[in-house]
């Protein structure tokens, strides 16, 4: 395989999303297969303990590298074996056809603005119903104004309670976080003061106020504010709570999430309650879905375009 193809391929797997845009992946190329390596460096010990959504994170940038491959004229094959690392077998095929998700992967972003309150046109969420899952995932679609929408804006509420009330969460958070564009420029992930509308002012006159504004009330009022401005929520579970079914899920995620941008959908994700055993648990059995894993929440709905997380640089992730 030629090296360009190979960078090619790792600059659009790269644009997956991460929790806190942590970008935890990390590549080498043996011969005509890829791997991909979880980058434990870049955990997120208090909310993600396990790695649940370290992998996740991985199984999107796998999709993604996929797709791109697909645009070369490669068909690829996926493995992963027991320490979780993905090997992706590519082989030159004349037969390969470009998917058309292509397209989505550059201009895809997590937008966690407030919607403009439209309500997605059935025949649109049908569309994105039909998305072929990978093994063992499924998805879950609530409209605005049902009675299991309401239920879920509830835990999403409990959800943050709990976890503004977490010092050790409180402070991983603020770790993740870059206040202004030189210090986001300086590490290249994170999440950026852009993202979150704020102005570009010195660190120390933004670091105290985007401190402060993280709180137990003002993540509710903006949280509840947005989910009353989305379309619908849209719970993704697993029947297998393994590595590979965490990878497998964000696969299929990827592939809803750049088919919903195909479709001029915003997306963000509110997966508080899934990050707190109790409330998952309790949240699994109010919504009927007791044998399953919920591991990702979305809203989606229709919004302005926001500005673009930042990426590392390539060689940053290459072994």
Known sequence: ??????????????????????????????????????????????????????????????????????????????????????????????????????????????????????????????????????????????????????TISDYVRRGNTLQMQDKAFIAELHSWMRYNKKHQDKYNDGLSYAV??????????????MKQAVNEKSQNKGDMKKIQSSSHFVLFTTQNNTEEGWINLGRTLERFLLQSTGLGIAHAHLNQPNEIRELSVEMTETLGLSDENPLILLRIGYGERVPYSKRKNIEEVIL
Request: net charge neutral; charged share 20%; glycine share 4%.
């Open 1 to 150: 395989m030629r090296n360009s193809d190979f960078r090619f391929m790792i600059e659009q797997a790269i644009k997956a999303p991460s929790g806190h845009n942590t970008q935890p992946w990390l590549f080498r190329e043996n011969e005509n297969r890829i791997e991909i390596y979880p980058n434990f460096t870049k955990a997120l010990p208090v909310v993600d303990p396990d790695n649940r959504e370290l992998f996740i994170s991985l199984g999107c940038a796998t999709e993604n590298f996929c797709i791109a491959a697909s645009e070369k004229g490669y068909a690829s094959n996926v493995s992963i074996n027991d320490q979780g690392v993905i090997a992706i077998k590519l082989i030159k095929s004349a037969s390969s056809l470009p998917d058309p998700l292509f397209a989505q992967i550059a201009i895809r972003q997590t937008n966690r603005n407030v919607y403009n309150g439209r309500i997605i046109p059935e025949d649109t969420i049908n569309i994105l119903k039909e998305i072929t899952p990978e093994a063992g995932v499924s998805q879950h679609v609530y409209k605005n104004g049902t009675m299991e929408y309401t």
């Open 196 to 209: 979150f509308g704020a102005p570009n002012l010195p660190l120390f006159i933004v670091k105290p106020i």
